[in-house]
């Protein structure tokens, strides 16, 4: 039996775009994008965590297993833990439900960064970006990150600030975090376990609770890749990437 366990937190009652996880790419939905990029792995199983019966009868329709979890449910990773706490499985990777562009290969970084640093607690992944636009959207989150790749800080704002701006400073490019997790099973029970955090509220990151708590999170470098579906403005943009990238 595999030590990893890929889980795909799935909200049918998103906010923003309700269903969207649901909604019809280049001829599938979403969440079947997401569910193929994790099975092309071959890392270990493949569960989708939903509070919706009606993603679980979606997900049958095209070969995937999705478990029934709570509505009570805060986020994608309590709804992950609740899904995998009775298996046996020492690595979680939580791959977001609304990233239909997720690479097997950025999963398997993540895999390979949680199996191989014993120091990792949770492993995650980042791109380069130089792009002022990206940088200053509070919706693009920036990571900090050591010399060694631990993530010091994650935040919407514009982080590191460049006190002076130098030809050299100027090519330094910033790290756009990616939404997906790699957890020792350890470290997620102990998150989970966890009261959300004076900084966390403050950014709207959960992430930052696990590092207020002493937590380490390493990044692997990716390369870019599409949208992730939050809006109707974002499906739309997703759908003109998968037709000039994947087509």
Known sequence: MSDFLIAVPARYGSSRLPGKILK???GHPVIEHVYNACKKTGLGEVIIATESPVVVDACARFGANAILTSDQCQSGT???????????????????GDEPFIRPETILAVANLLQTNPQCDIATAVTATTDD????????????LAQNGRALYFSRSRVPFKREITPRNKQVPYWHHCGIYGYR???????VHLPPSPLEQLEKLEQLRALEDGMHIFCTEIAPGGPAIDTAEDLERAETYFKQHLL
């Open 133 to 144: 636009a990206k940088i200053d959207n509070p919706n693009c989150v920036k990571a900090v």
């Open 24 to 26: 019809n790419l280049c």
């Open 78 to 96: 309590d709804r992950i833990y609740e899904a995998a706490r009775n298996r046996s499985e020492q690595f979680i990777i939580n791959v977001q």
């Open 185 to 191: 099973r350890a470290a997620l029970e102990r998150f």
